[in-house]
């Protein structure tokens, strides 16, 4: 199919098999290899992207479902001040060894932030419960998030 | 390999036309459940894509019941709050973890799955639900128990959608959704369990309740439930005893790798005889 | 393609194509024929009579064939590569062969096929003692096997220009990759070169997976003159990647009235599944760990490697001490309660002193926290009252449903990891770390350890080493045609050996300028001490460099109707040596803490090949809270006082988790995992025991 659609801002078009994933899609045919494949099976959170400004697993997403719809992938998201500052003090206090989750964890986490601006634990975990990182174990990414939403609150 | 057309219908007319001539296709609403067939070979026929249609997602409540598209997604359905949706049906669709994941899947598509662990459908079934079953030439609604059978098979006849799905508001006093993961699986349970009560003065006026993820399909039976309406609570150990009888008589597990038949069975009866007990101390305020 | 989180290398040698493992489904049989489709073009088919050299991989000990030959030993054994440009169009044409096998009943039990020599040690006459003790404690303790579940997908990309071949993946091993995809494509080793790709996971049990599919890239790269990248999926490697080694433990103790231990018996046997390889060294670290950290004077410890029809266990975190470490720490309880004593007080009577000798491993070093930890975690967690209080309770009830007090328990455990790897071992191995300093003052690192986190560890060593005059730090990229070979990245070797090395390179440097002028250039060779010269009969002997030590305390709250466990405090209490960064250290203990708990709490107990699976370790929302500190002191004769950073997995933890789900159920419960499931059969087992003693 011919498919059209924003990813990032910018339009493209492409033609796909109509129920190729929104996940491959932006790996291969975009090469926008930010968002990761892990479980591809909607379980592991490495693969989140916002569609029309909504949380998804790109992996559970045909193409036929993003015609003429907005995309936003990791890259796009990095371009905003805010989130780049994120990533960076999520690297440097919350986020250590692989980083295959760190994507995953920057959407849900902006996401988050989008709707909450001063977050609790509680809605932390529940944001991220979606995301599964193998390495480490959580609780001083539960810290960074807090510490950050803080941080943006005084601004 | 040949990719299946899609149709993207946006309104019920075009859908219903489309359901009547093409009754092997394979509706798109969330997509979480199609997805992970495709993803493990499955190749339709054909699929339509239901998720423009307006019609499908829409909510409305009256003082009597509530009524969802079933197309709509569960984030939508939980951002109208515990207070005004049930809120055994409230617990339930937030015990399924992921925002992402409530964001695309609905109760339409929980539904005709059919799944025995479905978290949702333990609620419906206690809160007997009634569903909506569209097609091009008729319109029926059936209860959500009728809907599903023992075999986990669905009465959906070719040609029908499911539409709506209405929820009788209540009044419940007490209303229990408890959810068991089975050993560190987040996303399978190994017992579901729903309960509803309404008592007025300590005197059972309705009661009810559901187990899940044991049977292969939701397990609940009036013949437990109406010897206890007009009881006092609380219940003595014998009448408790009779009921979970009756329950390990229904009980038959399916088979799992995640858990045990024991389990299960042991579980479910603890469960049950919790509430039970409980029953009291379980009173909602107001 | 390298993305900005640096995980994918660098693709501009051309589009690769994809490779794919057609796998066994018989567990165990000889291969009768083999039935292909017509091949598309561009893609390639390749069975093991095409691979040039050898088709064998060997590791630490133990070896396996790349693909199977003649017959197969496990369901999911690799039989054909295939490699061609398009994955859907790989897997239709998977689909399509037809492999015959003459097919024999598998071996799923332990016991029947013992894989080479048993592991044996002992000293004084353990039988005698326990023919004359007062009082002997039995038990046996098993480990289930324990999945590591990547995330990411392990894989390796090879490409072929006519005459080299060059692997980029994310290994620990590098040389050793090398070394086997040489050994395969029958080349010199001058003619492969491996670029490790970071970020780089730190287990053993990647070492070998990886250094398979490397070979697999490689092999396919050759022949189809393209680049090829071979990857395992999300269930592939669940299914077929590292896995933890199921264990047996038997432990019979004659303890004396008092406490004492006195003498021990312990067999401990490993599944090593279809084949045995690195097993050899994990078998020799169970039995270094089989009586830990306790006097005992007279033991008789064997240790045997079995293999069955299951995919072999490559191994992970801890190769073979979690396993002992489980069986001694819950074996100690028993100890405990058949002696009167709270284990806290048991495990400080029966503690090692400082720079007295252990059962096996040499003396503990003065310099070892481990009456500190201990100490700290016990005060912190409020060990001996809780225990007192939940043990009175666990007397007084009768039922567990309904509960007539909450269902409460709280364990305790005390272990140490051997710190890099054994002397044996590294004396084989001849690890090396070269620096230049250049004539723009620029510091260059060359080691085949250049990981993210051992990248900030080495710099600091550096910085302080050669303190004012600190020139810039940088490293070349881990390269085997540029960097020395390092030894594997696991077990701390980055501190205990790489560090070591640096800091030995530095002190060198820093007597070099004073009569040179840059560039110099300095390398070093790590040749383990002569005192750590470890063999069976040589008690004396140390076998590690060092040991951190762990202490961990959890307490757990059952539910009654559910049975679930929710765990209402973990502390661990951690003596690494010097840290330099707590804060790195922490967030790295944290996880192996969590890691370690889902390996209490979930899992296969009887491993079969689930049909599908699900990510089986605790997810954030599940995450208890945890108390994690560190006791620091100063470790002699390593850089900067350092030890492991916190870079050991944690293996305190189940044992302690156990203990903890036995005193508020009111049984001693022997393995993991430890499941509801499995407390309800045990519940049942009492019931039914009871009404047969009621009778």
Redesign the interface.
């Known amino acids: ?1 011919k498919l059209s659609f924003w990813i990032n801002g910018e339009r493209v078009t492409l033609t796909v ?3 190729r ?1 929104l996940l491959d899609l932006v790996r291969e045919d975009l090469g926008l290899t930010g968002t990761k494949s892990g479980c ?4 592991c ?1 490495a693969c ?1 992207v916002l569609l029309d400004s ?4 790109a ?4 193409a ?2 993003v ?1 003429g719809r907005k995309v936003t992938t990791v890259e796009g998201l990095l371009k905003d001040r805010f989130v780049a500052e994120i990533k960076n003090r999520l690297e440097t206090d919350g986020l250590l060894q692989c980083g295959f989750c760190e994507s995953g964890i920057l959407m ?1 986490v902006a ?1 988050l932030l989008s709707s909450r601006s001063v977050p609790t634990e509680k809605e932390i975990r ?2 991220l ?2 995301n599964i990182c193998r390495c480490t174990g959580h609780a001083g990414l539960v810290e960074t998030v807090k510490t950050i939403s803080a941080v943006r609150r005084t601004r | ?1 040949s ?2 057309p ?1 149709f ?1 219908p946006d309104h019920l007319g075009e859908l219903f036309s489309l359901t009547a001539t093409h009754t092997d296709a394979l509706l ?1 609403a969330g ?2 459940e ?3 067939r ?2 493990a070979g499955a190749r339709p026929a054909r ?1 339509i ?1 239901i ?1 423009g249609i307006d019609e499908l997602k829409k909510i409305s409540r009256t003082e009597r019941y509530i009524e969802i598209g079933a197309a709509l997604p569960l ?1 939508h359905i939980l951002s109208i709050g515990r207070h005004v949706i049930p809120r055994v049906l409230h617990d339930a669709l937030s015990s399924i ?5 409530k ?2 899947a609905s109760l339409g598509g929980n539904i005709c799955s059919a799944s025995p662990y479905s978290d949702s459908l333990v609620a419906l079934f206690s809160l007997e639900a009634r569903l909506e079953l569209r097609s091009l030439s008729a319109s029926r609604w059936i209860s959500v128990g009728r809907f599903i059978r023992e075999d986990g098979s669905t009465d959906l006849r070719p040609g029908e959608v499911l539409t709506r799905i209405r929820i009788p508001m209540g009044p419940w006093n007490v209303q229990v959704f ?1 959810n ?2 089975a ?6 349970s ?2 579901t369990f729903c309960g509803l009560a309404r008592i007025l003065k300590g005197v059972i006026q309705d009661i009810r309740f559901s187990v899940g993820s044991v049977n292969r399909r939701i397990l609940r039976d009036r013949s437990m439930e109406t010897p206890l309406i007009g009881h006092k609570i609380p219940f003595g150990e014998k009448d408790i005893q009779i009921v979970t009888s009756r329950l390990s008589e229904l009980l038959d597990p399916i088979e799992s ?4 038949e ?2 299960r069975i ?2 479910s009866q ?2 049950l ?2 509430f039970l ?1 409980e029953l009291g101390g379980l009173l909602l305020e107001g | 393609m390298l993305d900005e989180f640096g995980l994918e290398t660098d693709a501009a040698i051309g589009r690769p194509y994809h490779g794919l493992i057609v796998r066994s489904d018989a567990a165990s049989g000889a291969i009768q024929a083999i039935h292909m489709p017509r091949l598309p073009a561009n893609t390639f088919a390749l069975g093991a009579r095409d691979i040039p050299g050898e088709n064998r991989l060997e590791l630490f000990g133990g070896h396996m064939p790349l693909l199977a030959d003649e017959e197969v030993r496990y369901a999911g054994e690799p039989v054909l590569l295939l490699a061609g440009p398009n994955r ?1 169009t790989l897997r ?1 044409l998977a689909e399509r062969i037809r492999i015959s096998y003459k097919r024999q009943a598998p071996v799923l039990s332990l016991y029947r096929n013992l894989s080479g020599e048993p592991f044996e040690l002992r000293r004084g006459d353990a039988e005698s003692a326990l023919r004359t003790a007062d009082i002997v404690v039995e038990g046996e303790y098993r480990v289930g096997l324990q999945r590591y579940f990547h995330l990411r997908h392990l894989g390796a990309l090879a490409h072929w220009d006519g005459r080299a071949v060059s692997v980029h993946a994310p290994t620990p091993y590098p040389h050793h990759m090398r070394a086997a995809v040489a050994s395969a494509l029958s080349l010199p080793q001058k003619k492969v070169r491996v670029v490790v790709s970071p970020p780089v996971p730190s287990s053993s049990g990647e070492i070998a997976e990886l250094a398979v599919m490397a070979v697999y890239a490689a092999l396919l790269a050759v022949r189809l003159e393209n680049p090829v990248i071979m990857e395992y999926n999300w269930s592939e490697s669940a299914l077929f990647g590292p896995n933890r080694h199921p264990c047996v433990i038997r432990h019979r103790t004659a303890v004396s009235r008092e406490g004492d231990l006195l003498a021990a018996e312990v067999i401990v046997d490993m599944d090593t599944g279809a084949y045995s390889i690195l097993s050899p060294l994990a078998l020799e670290r169970a039995c270094l760990s089989a009586l830990g950290v306790y006097r005992c004077g007279s033991f008789h410890i064997r240790a045997r490697l079995f293999n069955t029809n299951r995919p072999p266990a490559f191994g992970f975190a801890g190769l073979g001490e979690p396993q002992s470490a489980f069986a001694l720490e819950v074996h100690s309880c028993k100890i405990a309660d058949a002696v009167g004593m709270d284990p806290a007080e048991w495990k400080k009577r029966n503690l090692v002193r400082s720079d007295e000798p252990y059962p096996v491993g040499g003396k503990r070093s003065p310099s070892d926290a481990a009456e500190s930890i201990l100490e700290d975690v016990i005060t912190r967690s409020d060990f001996g009252r809780k225990f007192a209080s939940y043990e009175a309770n666990k007397k007084s009830r009768t039922t567990v ?2 509960a007539e007090t909450p269902l409460r328990g709280i364990g305790l455990s005390l272990c140490r990891h051997g710190v890099g790897m054994p002397s044996s071992y590294e004396r084989t191995m001849a690890s090396s770390v070269k620096i230049v300093l250049g004539t723009n003052k620029k510091l260059r690192i060359l080691t085949s350890l250049a990981g993210r986190s051992n990248a900030r560890l080495l710099t600091a060593v550096a910085a302080e080493m050669l303190s004012e005059s600190a020139p810039d730090i940088a490293f070349d990229p881990a390269d085997t045609a540029a960097v020395p070979d390092s030894g594997p990245d696991i077990g701390s070797r980055s501190v205990i050996v790489a560090a070591k090395l640096l800091a030995d390179c530095c002190r060198a440097l820093n007597t070099k300028r004073l009569k040179s002028v840059p560039p110099i250039s300095v390398k070093r060779t790590y040749r383990p001490p002569a005192s750590l010269d470890w063999a069976p009969g040589r008690w004396k002997a140390g076998v590690y460099p060092a040991y951190c030590w762990e202490a961990a305390a959890v307490e757990v709250e059952i539910d ?5 466990p929710r765990c209402t405090g973990v502390w661990i209490s951690l003596d690494a040596g010097r840290l330099p960064a707590e804060e790195v250290a922490l967030l790295r203990v944290e996880e192996a803490a969590v890691v370690d708990l ?1 390996f209490a ?3 296969d107990p009887d491993h ?1 090949l ?10 954030i ?2 995450i208890p809270r945890m108390e994690i500190s560190f006791v620091q002191q100063d470790h002699p004769g390593a850089p900067l006082g350092m030890k492991g950073l916190g870079d050991q997995p944690v293996i305190g933890v189940a044992p302690a988790y156990v203990a903890a789900v036995s005193q508020a159920i009111g049984t001693l419960f022997d393995r993991i ?1 430890l ?3 499995a407390m ?2 045990r519940l ?1 087992q009492l019931e039914e025991n009871r009404g047969e003693e009621d009778e």
Do not use: H
């Open positions: 199919m098999p109509p129920t994933s591809r099976s909607g379980e959170g989140l909504e949380l998804v697993n992996c559970l997403v045909p036929f479902r015609q849900a996401y529940e944001a419960s979606g | 390999m990719e299946p899609v993207t798109f997509g979480v199609c997805m992970k495709l993803e699929i894509d998720s984030s973890s992921a925002p992402s994941i964001n695309m408890r068991v993961g050993s560190g699986l987040p996303t399978v190994s017992v790798p995640y858990t045990t024991s389990y042991e579980t603890r469960m005889t919790w007990r | 859907d239709s449903f309904p009654p109707v559910t049975l679930e889902g709490t979930s899992g079969p689930p049909a599908s699976f699900r990510y089986p370790f605790p997810r929302q599940d995992p499941t509801p499931e309800q059969e049942q």
